[in-house]
């Protein structure tokens, strides 16, 4: 196994996450936006403040049909926590290797048997001098076993973390 764990950065990250949840006002600004694909389903979910103005939007669309629908936030929220609560995770590095969109999102997610789940969180709370933020693409898996497994049958070493912490012009780990 080659490609870097990720289990404590997602264990750091739901954390910041659900303080956002729980207490939104100690945020000065923030942009959480999060898309889980699992099953052929994308699941949308967009929370920004900026300048005073708070904006949301929550949605799951069907990659075979093309059709969407609006969700409610708790429903939303919970499909992520699901995710997050995975037991390992392995990041993507950006890299598509020349894939198309699909192709890709295919590869990633090894003809959909794995979900996937791109995160964008940037946020400064109040009292604080500078913005954190992060913006990565995970796969879900089950453990270290299962890591181990989808990277041997991935085949694409080039297109997973390999060391931490990460950061590219496109996806980037907290800073």
């Known amino acids: 196994m080659t ?23 100690s945020y000065q600004t923030y942009v959480l936006s999060m898309e889980l694909l699992a099953q052929r389903n994308l699941v949308s ?24 629908a609006q969700m409610q936030q708790q429903t939303a929220f919970k499909l992520f926590a699901g995710f997050f609560g995975l037991g390992q995770f392995l990041a993507s590095s950006g890299r598509t290797g020349g894939l198309a969109e699909n192709g890709f999102a295919e590869t990633l997610t090894a003809d959909w048997e794995y979900p996937t789940c791109a995160v964008h969180f940037s946020y400064r709370k109040k009292g604080q001098p500078e913005t954190s933020s992060m913006k990565m693409l995970f796969v879900g898996l089950n453990g270290d ?31």
């Open 3 to 25: 490609a870097a764990f990720y289990r404590d950065y997602i264990a750091d990250l739901r954390s910041r996450i659900d303080d956002l949840h729980t207490d939104p006002e």
């Open 145 to 175: 076993a299962d890591a181990d497994t989808y990277e041997r049958m991935l085949g694409r070493q080039d297109l997973l973390v390999q060391d931490r912490p990460f950061s590219s012009s496109v996806l980037w780990e907290w800073k």
């Open 45 to 68: 979910y967009s929370l920004t403040r900026q300048r005073g103005q708070t904006d949301s939007l929550f949605y799951r669309r069907d990659t075979t049909n093309d059709q969407g």
